[in-house]
Every structure is written in structure tokens, then in C-alpha cells.
T-cell receptor
């Protein structure tokens, strides 16, 4: 079945790079996403990658996709205290259009 | 502002009551969704509508009834509320069902006492 897994917590120091990892099981995944949720707020789309790509960079964010291992990562360069939030990985497939399967979320804590 | 907006932001009610949550999007999207986030932050789809037509219904109790009067609105009505319905409910929208990503509202925190 469909499953998306993430580690629950990550703690880094301000200025370091953060790497949040995600694994998924559905080999027919079409898009993979990273969403950010700050306390008491909604889900903010950070970036997404199509399954035929292996990397996407957007300012401080780098997404790496290893389709063979079904592994997705989000790297945040120069992590700031404002990056503290929960980060959700999600995947979708064309055959179940619009249905996102989410991981449990990784709580990123950035210490000054 | 272009956005997905939900009301109310907070809803506290007693078991057995009936309540509604409203959602509107002004992004011109034709597909709207309801997702539920439980106390452990786990997010799961409940429903989706495309051009007012139900396309996804994920084994949600029939006490939950979505209604889409037009493609810019998707409301969620819940009958006979139970303690286990306490959660944060997120509305989302997208252009089509294959052209994601989804844009989410800020959520409605429902507390059933």
C-alpha cells in the first residue's frame, strides 16, 4: 500500500544546514512535495518535484529525489530560527488525482 | 488577497451537536478538498470535489457531509459530533486533479467536549 515515512525530530544550530529525509513506498508516485507547518498555522507549500527529476533547487532549499531507493530529502541551507516548524513530505499519483499521502512530519528545532 | 479561507478558525461544541465549517477559494481552481489532521499531526484526505462533483470519499463516516454549491466553495457539515471528531480540518484547492500542488487554508480547530 501507500506509505510515507519521516523521522519525527531534527535539531540544528542556526547557520547550519538541515537535511530532512523521507521514504515512500508507491513506485508510481508522480509528484513529491514538501510542506511547512508553523504552530497554529496552515500548510505552506515549500517546493515540489516531478518524479522524472532528481534534483530541484530554490534559493536555500534543495530537494533530492532517489527514485530507485524511493528516498526524498529536503536540505535547508543556512538554517534560521524562523525555519523552526514541522515539515511534511507528501506524494501523489495521477491515478488517484488530487490525493496526497503525507508523512508524519518532522519537527525541526533551530537553536541560536 | 488570493487564498483559501476557512471559517471559523476555532469551533468548540458539545457531543451530539451538528456543526458546519465553510471554505472558499478565490484562486480560480476547480478542485477542492477536505483533509483532517489528528492530535499526532497526521494528515489524511477526507473528500475531494471537482467542479462540484464528488470524486474522492475516503471511508469517512456518513455523519460528515460535504457540500459544494459552486466550484469556489466546499463546506463540511458534521452531524452528531463525537469526541473523536476533535481535530484540525484543512480545506485545500488545486487546478484539476492531475495539476497539483494543493493550496491549503489555515485550518479549523474543532474541539468536541
Amino acid at each position: 500500500g501507500e506509505d510515507v515515512e519521516q523521522s519525527l525530530f531534527l535539531s540544528v544550530r542556526e547557520g547550519d544546514s538541515s537535511v530532512i529525509n523521507c521514504t515512500y513506498t508507491d513506485s508510481s508516485s508522480t509528484y513529491l512535495y514538501w510542506y511547512k507547518q508553523e504552530p497554529g498555522a496552515g500548510l505552506q507549500l515549500l517546493t515540489y518535484i516531478f518524479s522524472n527529476m532528481d534534483m530541484k533547487q530554490d534559493q536555500r532549499l534543495t530537494v533530492l529525489l532517489n527514485k530507485k531507493d524511493k528516498h526524498l530529502s529536503l536540505r535547508i541551507a543556512d538554517t534560521q530560527t524562523g525555519d523552526s516548524a514541522i515539515y511534511f513530505c507528501a506524494e501523489s499519483t495521477f491515478r488517484e488525482g488530487g490525493k496526497l499521502i503525507f508523512g508524519q512530519g518532522t519537527e525541526l528545532s533551530v537553536k541560536p | 488577497d488570493t487564498a483559501v479561507s476557512q471559517t471559523p478558525k476555532y469551533l468548540v461544541t458539545q457531543m451530539g451537536n451538528d456543526k458546519s465549517i465553510k471554505c472558499e477559494q478565490n484562486l480560480g481552481h476547480d478542485t477542492m478538498y477536505w483533509y483532517k489532521q489528528d492530535s499526532k499531526k497526521f494528515l489524511k484526505i477526507m473528500f475531494s470535489y471537482n467542479n462540484k462533483e464528488l470524486i474522492i470519499n475516503e471511508t469517512v463516516p456518513n455523519r460528515f457531509s460535504p457540500k459544494s454549491p459552486d466550484k469556489a466553495h466546499l463546506n463540511l457539515h458534521i452531524n452528531s459530533l463525537e469526541l473523536g471528531d476533535s481535530a484540525v480540518y484543512f480545506c485545500a484547492s488545486s487546478q484539476g486533479t492531475a495539476e497539483l500542488p494543493l493550496h491549503f487554508g489555515n485550518g479549523t480547530r474543532l474541539t468536541v467536549t
